[in-house]
C-alpha cells in the first residue's frame, strides 16, 4: 500500500504562498506532492476491436491499469450510454477526438452538450490539412473563437500533431503558423511519433510552446515492428522531464498503430513498460 506523501512545513508554506498568490496551477501542486501524470488510452490503438464489442475493451483496458480513455469515433453510441460504459469500469474521459465540422458554429452547441454528458473537458480537433499559410492562419483565429466560447464550460479545444503538420508550406511549418497564432488556451497535443515521422523534434516542440501540451500522446518512433514505449529513438527522459516540470500536463495518452496481431495485448505492453519507467 502507498504511504500519503510527507510534505515539509517549508514546502506546506511555499505552497500555500503560491496557491495565495494565483502563481501554482493545481496540476504544478499535485505534481509538488508527488503525484504521477495519469495514463489514458487513445481508442483508435484498439479501434477494430471497439467495433467488436466496446463495453469488453473497456473492461479489458480499466484492468490493465489505465485511468481513461480519449475516443475517436462514438460507435454509434449516445453520449449517454459512453458514459455508463465508463462509469461501470471506474474510467473516465480524457479526450475526445472531435472532427474539425464539429466545431463549426452550427455544431458547436451540440458537441459541447455532448461532452458535457460524456464528461469531456478536452476538445481535440485530430487533423487538418491546409494547402496554405493563409488557411492555416485562418484556422488559427478560428481556434481562438472557439476557445472563448467553449471555455465558460470548463473546457478546452486543441489540435493533435500528423507528421504533415511539420512540412514547410510556403516557407512556413503549419504547426508554428498554428500555435504561433493563437492563445494559450488552444491547447496542443503533440504526438512523439507522428512529430518524429514529420522530421522534428518533440522535445523541442515542447519546449517552444510551455504550458500548452495539457494532453499529450506517447508514440513509439522507430525501433524494431514490436517496439512498445521505450523501445525506439523517442528521447522519453527529455519528454517526461519537460511535461513533469512544465506543470500544465494533465494526460499522458498512450497512442500505439503499429501493426501487430493483437492490439489489446500491446497496449497493455506500453502500459508495462511505462510501469518500469516509474510512469505508473
Known amino acids: 500500500m502507498n504511504r500519503p506523501t510527507q510534505l515539509t512545513r517549508r514546502d506546506f508554506v511555499r505552497f500555500g504562498t503560491a496557491l495565495a498568490g494565483g502563481a501554482l496551477a493545481l496540476p504544478q501542486l499535485a505534481r509538488a506532492a508527488g503525484k504521477k501524470i495519469p495514463i489514458g488510452l487513445q481508442l483508435y490503438s484498439v479501434r477494430h476491436e471497439c467495433e467488436k464489442d466496446l463495453p469488453a475493451v473497456i473492461k479489458a483496458v480499466a484492468e490493465m491499469g489505465y485511468r481513461g480513455v480519449e475516443f475517436a469515433g462514438y460507435y454509434k453510441r449516445t453520449a449517454a450510454e459512453l458514459r455508463k460504459i465508463l462509469d461501470d469500469h471506474g474510467l473516465v474521459c480524457c479526450g475526445t477526438h472531435t472532427p474539425r465540422p464539429t466545431i463549426n458554429a452550427d455544431q458547436l452547441e451540440a458537441t459541447i452538450e455532448f461532452n458535457k454528458t460524456l464528461g ?87 519546449k517552444k510552446y510551455p504550458g500548452r501540451a495539457v494532453t499529450i500522446h506517447l508514440k513509439e518512433h522507430g525501433g524494431p515492428d514490436e517496439a512498445v514505449i521505450g523501445g525506439g529513438d523517442v528521447k522519453w527522459p527529455e519528454v517526461f522531464d519537460f511535461c513533469e516540470k512544465d506543470g500544465a500536463t494533465e494526460w499522458y495518452i498512450v497512442e500505439h498503430e503499429r501493426k501487430r496481431p493483437d492490439p489489446i495485448a500491446e497496449v497493455k505492453r506500453c502500459l508495462e513498460a511505462l510501469k518500469k519507467m516509474g510512469k505508473a
Not at 481556434?143 to 470548463?154: D, I, L, R, S
Open 120 to 206: 469531456n473537458k478536452y476538445l481535440v480537433v485530430p487533423s487538418i490539412t491546409c494547402k496554405t499559410k493563409a488557411a492555416w492562419l485562418e484556422q488559427a483565429n478560428y481556434f481562438n473563437e472557439v476557445a472563448g466560447k467553449v471555455k465558460p464550460h470548463g473546457m478546452l479545444v486543441g489540435y493533435h500533431a500528423h507528421g504533415h503538420d511539420f512540412q514547410p508550406i510556403e516557407g512556413e511549418v503549419p504547426w508554428h503558423l498554428f500555435f504561433g497564432n493563437t492563445k494559450k488556451e488552444v491547447i496542443m497535443q503533440l504526438d512523439t511519433g507522428n512529430c518524429m515521422g514529420g522530421g522534428a523534434d518533440p522535445v523541442e516542440v515542447l
